[in-house]
């Protein structure tokens, strides 16, 4: 990695502001799914081995720049306590005098967490005068955490850095960019990339950027049916963008042309709605009028699966089916366990998305997998060939140069 890395900071006696993406699901006012806060923990443990004066800073939800306290990271603060076995000081505003006082008031080794950053308009907005601010909480140090926001042009992600000295990657991002960083510039192979989900239109840039990089690419999940009808083949009432059938003929067209294995589904599991108790399993081509595709097949699993179980690189994104409800679900799992027993033989296997990775804990497997990417988004934007602003604003290290 190219840029500065926690490990690189001296921070002893030192208030560090470090940006971790606490936006984790709550119920009942308690965390719900603490894995988004265990991740950070190596990066906040190495802090205050050494002596650091932590600030922690994060987002949840979508309060849209108004206090809401439905969005309050109060209840977070709770769980870290009991993570760390340590007291975690709370500050109800990111930015003002309390604060300010909460900071310099910390000892060494002492945890600050401030209120949800986007209760102001000003942190999606990139305000300097709110980077500014929340700057003048440390002592000119910075480590971003939050690969999950990696991809967002933020105060508390990008605008701080310009009013620090020195702005580092913290354990985790260190993590995430060397397994997707690999996946895209040197991967072993055969590298296969498995992308599933709803919206073709979602992960256009992502199918041309691997299609460039893999050596095979399986689709499923509700995407398959817009590439399946742009060929001409039966989809039923399944979910089609009608609005992309001449893009995904396209991209369709060019892997035939450069002999490149794109696999589609070869049958499918539908029902006449998604609610529907009854169901059938079908080749493709034999879908019944006005049902729809939910799942891929026990053959696609089995024809997938022989990719995965060859590969050495996998990248997946995306589920193969509607796998919340149990009767479209099987299908998911068995990718999941295919790409378990890739990584058990040898395999290097990164999941990204929260669906994708829903699924592997669904399927038990989740501990077989090489890494679990926490950003949805970022990881796209990054498997698409995109540079993430959150990345790029980080302190390069000395002596490397861009052009080089």
């Avoid at 850095?161 to 996946?183: D, N, S």
């Avoid at 939910?294 to 089916?321: C, H, M, S, Y």
Wanted: aromatic share 6%; proline share 5%.
């Amino acid at each position: 990695m190219n840029k500065l890395s926690i490990r690189d900071l001296e921070m002893t006696g030192k208030r560090v502001f470090i940006r971790v993406d606490f936006n984790v699901p709550l119920e009942n006012d308690r965390v719900s799914d603490n894995t988004r806060i265990r991740e950070t923990l190596p990066t906040l443990r190495l802090a205050i081995e050494r002596g650091a004066r932590l600030v922690l800073a994060s987002h949840l939800g979508r309060p849209k720049g108004k206090v809401d306290p439905k969005y309050s990271l109060v209840p977070v603060a709770g769980r870290l306590r009991e993570l760390l076995g340590k007291h975690v000081e709370f500050a109800p505003d990111c930015v003002g005098a309390d604060a300010e006082a909460k900071s310099k008031a910390l000892k060494n080794g002492d945890v600050l967490l401030l209120e949800n950053v986007r209760y102001h308009p000003q942190e999606e907005a990139n305000d300097p005068e709110f980077s500014k601010q929340l700057a003048a909480l440390c002592d000119g140090i910075f480590v971003c955490d939050a690969f999950g926001s990696a991809h967002r042009a933020h105060a508390s992600v990008v605008g701080i850095t310009k009013f620090v000295r020195q702005a580092a990657a913290g354990l985790l991002m260190e993590k995430e960019l060397a397994y997707l960083g690999k996946a895209i510039s040197n991967p072993e192979r055969p590298f296969v990339s498995v992308l599933g989900g709803a919206k073709v239109s979602d992960k256009i840039e992502v199918v041309q950027n691997l299609m460039k990089l893999a050596d095979a690419m399986l689709i499923g999940g509700a995407m398959a049916y817009t590439f399946l009808k742009s060929e001409g083949k039966p989809v039923g009432k399944s979910l089609v963008e009608n609005d992309r059938l001449d893009l995904a003929r396209g991209l369709l067209d060019l892997a035939r042309s450069r002999k490149f294995k794109l696999l589609l589904p070869v049958d499918h599991v539908v029902a006449e709605s998604p609610d529907s108790t009854t169901t059938k399993t079908t080749d493709i081509a034999n879908i019944p009028d006005g049902w729809m595709g939910l799942d891929v097949g026990p053959k696609t699993v089995a024809l997938f699966g022989q990719e995965i179980a060859k590969a050495r690189t996998i990248v997946w994104n995306g589920p193969l089916g509607m796998f919340e409800k149990p009767a479209f679900a099987q299908g998911t799992l068995g990718i999941a366990k295919a790409v378990a027993a890739a990584t058990k033989a040898g395999a290097t296997s990164i999941i990204g998305g929260g669906d994708s990775v829903a699924a592997v804990e669904q399927a038990r497997v989740a501990d077989q997998i090489s890494h679990i990417s926490t950003g949805g988004g970022a990881s796209l934007e990054f498997l698409a060939g995109e540079k993430l602003p959150g990345v790029e604003a980080l302190t390069d290290r000395p002596g490397y140069r861009k052009d080089a």
